[in-house]
């Protein structure tokens, strides 16, 4: 959840992809086809390797594969998980970056995954669940540090699947389908406060994260570059 008052937001929905973009100008014509392209390439894919959508482990690397499944199966590997799991990320981004052919500034939300471009500071709210710290916080984007991704696993709330019971992990990267691999690896290993530490631990050894906010009742740990604020 972001705010954006100097953008235009709209929201994009084609089948089950819900995506709500803000950009410099309305662009949901363009954005629908990407996200349609996007599905196609994924759902192609799923039909002659039914694994793909189904593993919880990581899967042989295609050379052939287009971009968004090569990301998927490159990223899900690095972090040890199935590619499904980079799935809102990995959709995030595309979108995202074929819209700055057309909008210097984009942002796009894929649920818990989202991917932005932006010349000026953001604010990104983050969702903990029952945490005391739910809606109450939120993450600072710098413009220069983006493009960037970020995404956020949970296992207490509805919104994402882990096999963890961590209300938030919050993870930053270059490439949001990173993001959002490794938000659901380190959020696997997280299942009460005092394992915020080994969820530290784990996000440190993959290479490529910028950051990660981990929250577990009313207790917080953070690594890397994040700067969180109250939200006035």
């Known amino acids: 959840m972001y705010k954006s008052k100097d953008l235009v937001a709209f929201e994009v929905l084609e089948a089950d992809t819900d995506l709500y973009i803000s950009a410099d100008s309305d662009l949901g014509v363009r954005a629908k086809e990407f996200v349609k392209k996007a599905r196609i390439a994924i759902t192609k894919y799923i039909v002659k390797h039914p694994s793909f959508e189904t593993s919880f482990i990581p899967l042989q690397f295609d050379h052939s594969s287009s971009v968004i499944i090569s990301d998927m199966l490159k990223y899900s590997a690095r ?76 296992g207490t709330a509805e919104q994402t699947f882990s096999f963890g019971f961590a209300d938030a992990v919050v993870i930053t990267a270059r490439s949001a389908a990173l993001a959002d691999a490794a938000a659901t690896a380190v959020g696997n290993a997280v299942k009460k406060a005092e394992e915020i530490e080994a969820g530290l631990a784990i996000a440190k050894k993959i290479k490529g994260l910028k950051g990660v906010l981990i929250i577990k009742d009313d207790k917080m740990g953070i690594w890397g570059k994040i700067k969180i604020s109250g939200i006035r």
């Open 79 to 154: 972090v040890g998980i199935g590619p499904m799991a980079a799935v809102a990320g990995a959709v995030a981004e595309y979108v995202g970056k074929n819209l700055l052919k057309y909008s210097k500034q984009v942002i796009v939300e894929n649920g818990a995954g989202i991917f932005i471009k932006s010349r000026e500071p953001r604010k990104i709210i983050i969702f903990a669940g029952k945490s005391p710290f739910s809606k109450k916080i939120a993450l600072e984007v710098d413009g220069a540090d983006t493009p960037l991704g970020i995404c956020a696993s949970s």
